[in-house]
C-alpha cells in the first residue's frame, strides 16, 4: 500500500508549558510499528518527544527505548509508561555512549527544520544553539549512523517526516531526511499518509494545510539495515 488514512486523534495531555502539538498521533504509531515489528521486537525512537512511540510500542508488547533532549520531555515519557528506566535524558547525537540493547526497528520522527529557520532542532529550537539546514541534515546522518551500529541485520528503520511550507517557500524535508538516512541504510519505499477528522486541525493555518506545515498529509519512509 502506498496511501494510507489513518485517524488523527491525540487523546492523552500535553504539560502545560508545551508550546504546539508536534506528536505523531498513536494511530499511525500502532500501525507501522505492527506492520513492521513482531511482538517482544526491540524498538529504538532517538527522538522520543513526548513519549508516543514508547507509551504506543509498551502497549503493543513491544520492549521500547527512548533518547530524549529535553528533560521536561522525559520527565513526561516516565510517568506514562511501565519501564521509565528505558528513556534516556540526551541527545540523539550521543546515542553511542547510552545503555540500548541490540534493536529490531527504529521508529521515529526527527524535529522539523525549514532550511530559514537558523535554531537548531536537535536542541530543542534553543535561541542559543544556531545551526544551519546543511548541518542540521548532516546531524540526522550522524544519527542514523548511529542506529546503524545497534541495528539487527534484518532490522528496519521507519521515519514519519513530511515536506514543509514556511513563507511561500518548500523546504524538501522529507527527501532531504531520506537521502540522510540512506547514506546508512536501503530505501525500500514510501506510505503517504492522510488523516481522518482533518476539519478539526489549524483550518486557520497560513500556509494552507491542515496540520501547521503546509500540506495535509506526511510520509513513513521504510528503510531497511543493510544486507551482511
Known sequence: MTFLTLPYEKSTRLPSSADGDPRTPPSYVAHFLTEHTAPDAVVLDPFAGFGTTLAVGERLGREVY??????????????????????????????????????????TSPPYMVESMGVDPLANYDDASETTYEEYLDAIETVFAHVGEIVVPDGTVLVDVANMKHGGRVTTLAWDVADAVATTFEFRGEVVVGWENEDDRHSDDPEGGTYGYGYDHSYCLVFDAPSQ
Open 66 to 107: 527512548g533518547i530524549e533532549y529535553e528533560r521536561e520531555r522525559v520527565t513526561h515519557i516516565e510517568e506514562r509508561i511501565d519501564h521509565p528506566e528505558r528513556v534516556s535524558h540526551a541527545s540523539a547525537l550521543d546515542l553511542p555512549s547510552l545503555a540500548v540493547p541490540a534493536i529490531d526497528c527504529c521508529f
